[in-house]
């Protein structure tokens, strides 16, 4: 997350949005994203209802609450993918620190 961090503030130093942008939108600030907003999307019953509507005009009977399990079931696999590209920044990190 330091990489990330580091371009928000060298955006609002003044450095251009083509050299700070690579820096901010990473895999991890993207499975970040994606558990939040699912996470969010599972306790929204109006989202919900919306999706099983969609399925059902496709032919799939399944409920409201299926497709919120769905939701939490993904938003726990993206946190699971942001730990795991976390541990490996910090691996690399690591590496790095014992290179020198």
């Known amino acids: 997350m330091k990489k990330e961090i580091d371009s ?46 969609a399925l059902r005009e496709e032919g799939h009977k399944v409920s409201a609450n299926a497709v919120g399990r769905g939701f939490k079931f993904f938003s726990r696999a993206a946190l699971a993918v ?12 690591y590496n790095a620190c014992m290179a020198d």
């Open 82 to 93: 942001h730990v795991g590209l976390a541990m490996n920044e910090g691996r690399e990190e």
């Open 8 to 53: 928000g503030v060298d955006f609002l130093a003044g450095q251009s949005l083509d050299e700070t942008v690579p820096g901010m939108v990473t895999g991890g600030t993207m499975a970040k994203g994606a558990e939040v907003g699912l996470d969010h999307a599972a306790e929204s019953r109006p989202l919900t209802t919306a999706v099983r509507a």
